[in-house]
């Protein structure tokens, strides 16, 4: 048993404002309905968050983990790896954020995913009739949920999947009990994704905006986007040179279109493609590019408290994880003290004082 740890004088966010000032006590990894410990932490009056999810992430070596943890982000979801054994290596670190994974991503042959980003070549689907063998291998795996690469047709030719072999994944993936993620940067590679029936968009199109009617609908569909702006206004700027794209790229569509999501009520996702992949078209670092995710996500229109619920208990409520996302007796101690109120300025989330990850204290 570990010892008790009681941290004194915090606010405490509920998922929805921060509470009066409070005790949150600590014991064997998870929040005690106790109020007294063997050891006390000052919390300073700081505000006491639960630890932030990355929604979108790639994970390639302990020092990714270890940095997004330094960080706060006490819970990873890996959009994509060469292979799950990579994954399966990083997870149950003592001390450092918990982690959920693809493993290889769904693409068609000759894409990039096979042919530059270091994905075998079989992950590639050759048509609707190979759907059930790559999710039945992913399942084999202990992947958590299904990641397809959906490109432009008009831009990548046979080299992007069409309509009817993402739908045959999607139902191969639901019958397997998992959802279904789908990479999307351009309109197009958006419809074509949602006409097949994926669960989540992730990233968002920089070619052009997703109009009002467009968003309402989806929302009514109950898909939920994860937009990756860190990733979208990185890539923006050199996505004319990528075979994915056109000329006619601007990361305000990305802004206008997870405005437009926004307005339309539908559930955001924080996520920011954090990686350090050599052959990523721009890496981006883990952990803190969480918080400018945040920032980014409150330029758009989100108030500092939905930001926060984008990263918190929104994740933690679709993705299943009943155990965290909220501070509660019997959840995780996954936990973020911070300096100043974030639900009023969201940039109070860098003002780090303490992390733990399932009651183990790394900062």
Excluded: C
């Excluded at 992949?277 to 989100?302: C, F, K, M, Q, T």
């Excluded at 619920?309 to 409520?317: D, I, L, Q």
């Excluded at 860098?350 to 399932?358: D, E, L, N, Q, S």
């Amino acid at each position: 048993m570990s010892e008790a740890i009681a941290i004194t004088n915090v606010k405490v966010f509920d998922g929805n404002a921060l509470t009066a000032e409070r005790t949150v006590v600590i014991e064997n990894g998870v929040i005690s309905e106790a109020m007294t410990a063997e050891r006390t932490v000052s919390g300073q009056h700081g505000a006491l968050l639960p630890g932030l999810i990355d929604s979108h992430v790639h994970l390639l070596s302990l020092a990714d983990l270890e940095h997004g943890t330094r960080w706060g982000v006490t819970t990873m979801l890996d959009m994509g790896s060469p292979a799950m054994t990579l994954t399966d290596s990083l997870r149950h670190r003592q001390g450092l954020a918990d982690i959920r994974g693809s493993g290889n991503t769904a693409s068609a042959p000759g894409g990039i995913q096979t042919t530059k980003m270091g994905m075998p070549a079989s992950s590639a689907v050759t048509g609707p009739a190979d759907a059930d063998r790559f999710v039945a291998e992913r399942v084999l795996e202990g992947a958590d949920y299904i990641k397809v690469i959906v490109e432009d047709p008009r831009k990548m030719g046979t080299a992007a999947l069409d309509v009817a072999t993402i739908a045959a994944l999607v139902k191969a993936a639901h019958q397997a009990g998992l959802k279904v993620i789908a990479h999307v940067t351009t309109l197009v590679a958006l419809m074509n994704a949602t006409n097949a029936g994926v669960d989540i968009l992730t990233h968002a199109p920089v070619d052009a905006d997703v109009d009002d009617d467009m968003a309402r609908s989806l929302a009514t569909r109950g898909i939920v986007s994860v937009p990756t702006l860190t990733m979208m206004r990185a890539v923006a700027s050199l996505a004319h040179h990528l075979p994915t794209h056109g000329a006619d790229i601007n990361y305000a569509h990305a802004q206008a279109t997870t405005s437009a999501f926004y307005r339309a009520g539908v559930t955001i996702l924080a996520g920011t493609d954090a990686n350090a992949s050599p052959a990523s078209p721009a890496p981006i670092p883990h952990g803190e590019s969480l918080h400018d995710e945040l920032r980014l996500l409150v330029e758009v229109g989100l108030t500092p408290v939905e930001a926060l619920r984008s990263a918190t208990v929104v994740p933690a409520a679709f993705f299943g994880f009943t155990d965290r996302g909220i501070i509660e007796t019997g959840r995780r101690a996954d936990l973020l003290l911070v300096e100043g109120d974030p639900t009023h300025d969201i940039a109070a989330t860098r003002a780090i004082r303490g992390i733990w990850v399932a009651g183990v204290q790394v900062r």
